[in-house]
T-cell receptor, first 114, second 116 residues
């Protein structure tokens, strides 16, 4: 079946611009995670959605970062007023629920802020 | 907070050599432990996991045992192949560390290169 998909695969933007990154989880998965992979910081958790519960935003690095999940499926991560330190690969993962079921990762979106 | 420490690479081995990648952790509660692998040009995928002390996870010839007394989850393989060349990440999931979510806390990753 289809895995987790993310778009775009690559995004180059100028400093100060806003960007939106999209994640389509595996159908039926109620839990959705966003992570960021950068050379300096490794893999970091950003935000978690589980069903209709309030999201866990504890990993968002600043108020320039936000995310939403519409209809319990597709999620969008928005970064406002991008900075060069936002350059990274943004990974989305989904799982059947929020417990220890395997998290399936998408291919990621490589963001470059110039 | 929770953290995962794994041996830094890169690690270069000859084919059929024995592999060990060390991983230790600190956690608030009783975490589940994972090894994820990222092959060149591909996404992260789960290699194996263990959810309680003394559990052994295994897959594709790799194995790791959850050692609570030493807070470790070392990855081992008896005979590596060129196709095992990848970056390996140790990770934990601990619901008590956050707002009830099971996000993964990752180590920095260890790049393994296997030469023929």
């Amino acid at each position: 079946g289809a895995g987790v998909s993310q778009s775009p695969s690559n995004k180059v933007t100028e400093k100060g611009k806003d960007v939106e990154l999209r994640c389509d989880p595996i159908s039926g998965h109620t839990a959705l995670y966003w992570y960021r992979q950068s050379l300096g910081q490794g893999l970091e958790f950003l935000i978690y959605f589980q069903g209709n519960s309030a999201p866990d935003k504890s990993g968002l690095p600043s108020d320039r970062f936000s995310a939403e999940r519409t209809g319990g499926s597709v999620s969008t991560l928005t970064i406002q007023r991008t900075q060069q330190e936002d350059s990274a690969v943004y990974l989305c993962a989904s799982s059947w629920d929020g417990k220890d079921y395997e998290q399936y990762f998408g291919p990621g979106t490589r963001l470059t802020v110039t | 907070g929770d953290s995962v420490t794994q041996m830094e690479g890169p690690v270069t081995l000859s084919e059929e050599a024995f592999l060990t990648i060390n991983c230790t952790y600190t956690a608030t509660g009783y975490p589940s432990l994972f090894w994820y692998v990222q092959y060149p040009g591909e996404g992260l995928q789960l290699l194996l996991k263990a959810t309680k002390a003394d559990d052994k996870g295994s897959n594709k010839g790799f194995e790791a045992t959850y050692r609570k007394e030493t807070t470790s989850f070392h990855l081992e393989k008896g005979s590596v192949q060129v196709s095992d060349s990848a970056v390996y990440f140790c990770a934990l999931s601990d619901a008590l560390s956050g707002a009830g979510s099971y996000q993964l806390t990752f180590g920095k990753g260890t790049k393994l290169s296997v030469i023929p």
